[in-house]
């Protein structure tokens, strides 16, 4: 008889066992320098009444059943933001969670449906500590794993490097050879059709469906992200705040917000933000985004209501989520992310 190919058959298992047992001493480092930190580790409730509202994420959808018989529908989240936002609200100010997550239409070598997110939050503090945070996990999970490279596939990151930092619109500018800013007026609407002509002039395919977020995601992912955190990690600040639903804008330029993503190896391992703590503005970002999710997917999901109460009450803060398991997967050079999942999704 064959031997069996699932990941519980004894051969393989083997095999993978010494990245889950880095998976573990990972972790526990992780967990202990934020402990050392002053933070406290938090633990979501998984189901919620929203998933999220960004226009590209797909949740899992189910139903939970009161005393009454009355099914509400309820989401398993795609992060812990929303609950975490309210534990700030309700007095926390330095908190983390290892959450398990599931995004919907995402699998592949660094995608699971269901994945481990690292995500915490400083009150009071800017943004760039969030950097600091991640460069700082960066070397840990290396010295954990006993490696001297993170690595993907032929790609190698020094992880005791200094990251390199620059905006997307710098970023654009080098590698796709676009005047991202130029496609943005003063108050940070996108102007399509600008964008559209530069990306044509680089050789950029552009549909005349698409819109100006489509056309940036594609320069993004086509032009930019390969040449990212080589060498060295990278950092990808000042996000245009049409890209950043949950940051708040950057105070010298109304165009660019507080957000900022980390690079290695050409993936990306983590998304901060300063965050957006008015109501108002947040109720309208959402609003924008879950019509766009209507007109592309022909879906909505509903607003948290109490989340967006709990953020009148919010502090200023800044928080990060980190890809855990790609961490591990760069870490340890392991080529797909179920191989670094100790039960990976069927």
Not at 103 to 128: C, I, K
Not at 311 to 333: E, K, Q, Y
Request: negative net charge; contains cysteine; proline residues 6%.
């Amino acid at each position: 008889m064959p031997e069996s190919s699932s990941w519980w058959s004894a051969t393989r298992h083997a095999d993978r066992r010494p990245l889950l047992q880095a998976r573990n001493r990972i972790q526990a480092t992780l967990r202990s320098h934020l402990g050392e930190d002053g933070f406290t580790e938090v633990d979501p409730a998984c189901l919620q009444i929203s998933p999220g509202n960004e226009t590209h994420l797909h949740a899992f959808a189910t139903e939970a059943i009161g005393n009454d018989g009355v099914p509400r529908a309820m989401y398993l989240h795609t992060s812990p933001e929303f609950a975490m936002k309210k534990l700030l609200a309700a007095g926390e100010t330095r908190i983390h969670a290892f959450a398990h997550v599931w995004r919907n239409r995402e699998r592949g070598a660094l995608h699971s449906p269901e994945f481990t997110m690292l995500e915490w939050y400083r009150v009071g503090q800017d943004y760039s500590t969030l950097m600091q945070d991640c460069a700082a996990f960066l070397r840990l999970a290396a010295q954990a794993a006993g490696a001297a490279q993170l690595r993907f596939r032929d790609a190698t990151c020094d992880p005791t490097a200094a990251p390199e930092r620059l905006s997307v619109a710098e970023a654009m500018q080098r590698h796709a050879g676009v005047d991202l800013l130029a496609t943005l007026s003063p108050d940070g609407h996108a102007d399509r059709d600008a964008l559209a002509t530069q990306a044509t002039a680089v050789s950029l395919r552009v549909a005349e469906d698409d819109t100006w977020s489509d056309i940036f995601s594609r320069l993004l992912s086509d032009r930019v992200e390969p040449h990212l955190g080589h060498g060295r990690p990278t950092i990808l600040d000042r996000y245009p705040v049409v890209e950043a639903a949950l940051a708040r804008p950057c105070a010298d330029d109304p165009r660019e917000a507080e957000r900022f993503e980390l690079y290695a190896c050409g993936v990306e391992l983590a998304n901060g933000f300063g965050e957006l703590t008015d109501p108002a503005e947040q109720r309208r970002r959402f609003a924008a985004e879950m019509d766009e999710k209507a007109r592309i997917y022909g879906i909505r999901y509903p607003l948290d209501e109490d989340f967006l109460a709990a953020l009148a009450d919010m502090p200023d803060a800044s928080g990060c989520a980190m890809g855990f398991d790609r961490l591990v997967m760069l870490a340890t050079g392991a080529p797909r992310i179920d191989d670094v999942l100790w039960v990976p999704v069927g």
